[in-house]
């Protein structure tokens, strides 16, 4: 089955830096690569999604790229925030939710 | 929509005792999924269903876990004995399809078994 780690498990950036969050995948089948973002108490929110057809997505601040041949994709932060802090985690189906994995997630924390 | 909601949003209990977390999905969802969440294991899809039919459930832990959904506005999960490894926060998500792929959490319940 599909087997998603994500690194770095904590990340400490200074607000308006950039930050980054990389995941590698075992599954050549999957093709669907969501980011959810978590915070204190709440359930995961999705806020970027990228498809195997595509190379890389942007969407304000966030962006996420996507290497099928090294089978690894990252999330880009940029103008981090106090508010971006939060828990992250990127996932890997083959398109269905049925068989989404998501990593071990990353804790973010922005400092002002 | 008032998105996912979940009750309870916290649950102390005791060894033994019977545990049913409950969730009401966005209307016009047709998949239900239930998560556990654990710093240990992260994020474990435990069952989910399609226009209330149970589809996969090869994610429950053991037979102590249960999970029913008697209609499309509402699915249970039950857990009869609880012991203190089932601790965790326990997450519903809903979607509008199987490959559509957002999915729409609950905040969660999170659950201490004493």
């Known amino acids: 089955g599909e087997n998603v780690e994500q690194h770095p498990s904590t990340l400490s950036v200074q607000e308006g830096d950039s930050a980054v969050i990389k995941c590698t995948y075992s599954d050549s089948a999957s093709n669907y690569f969501p980011w959810y973002k978590q915070e204190l108490g709440k359930g995961p929110q999705l806020i970027i999604d990228?498809?195997?057809?595509?190379g890389e997505k942007k969407d304000q601040r966030i962006a996420v790229t996507l290497n099928k041949t090294a089978k690894h994709f990252s999330l880009h932060i940029t103008e981090t925030q106090p508010e971006d802090s939060a828990v992250y985690f990127c996932a890997a189906s083959e398109g269905g939710n049925n068989d989404m994995r998501f990593g071990a997630g990353t804790r973010l924390t922005v400092k002002p | 929509d008032a998105g996912v909601i979940q009750s309870p949003r916290h649950e102390v209990t005791e060894m033994g005792q019977e545990v049913t977390l409950r969730c009401k999905p966005i209307?016009?969802?047709?998949?239900l999924f239930w998560y556990r969440q654990t710093m240990m294991r992260g994020l474990e899809l435990l069952i989910y269903?399609?226009?209330?039919?149970?589809?996969?459930d090869s994610g429950m832990p053991e037979d102590r876990f249960s999970a029913k959904m008697p209609n499309a506005s509402f699915s249970t999960l039950k857990i009869q004995p609880s012991e203190p490894r089932d601790s965790a926060v326990y997450f519903c998500?809903?979607?509008?399809?199987?490959?559509?792929?957002?999915?729409?959490f609950g905040e969660g319940s999170r659950l201490t078994v004493l």
């Open positions: 269903f399609n226009n209330n039919v149970p589809i996969d």
């Open positions: 998500a809903s979607s509008t399809g199987q490959n559509t792929g957002e999915l729409f």
């Open positions: 990228i498809r195997s057809n595509v």
């Open positions: 209307s016009g969802h047709d998949y």
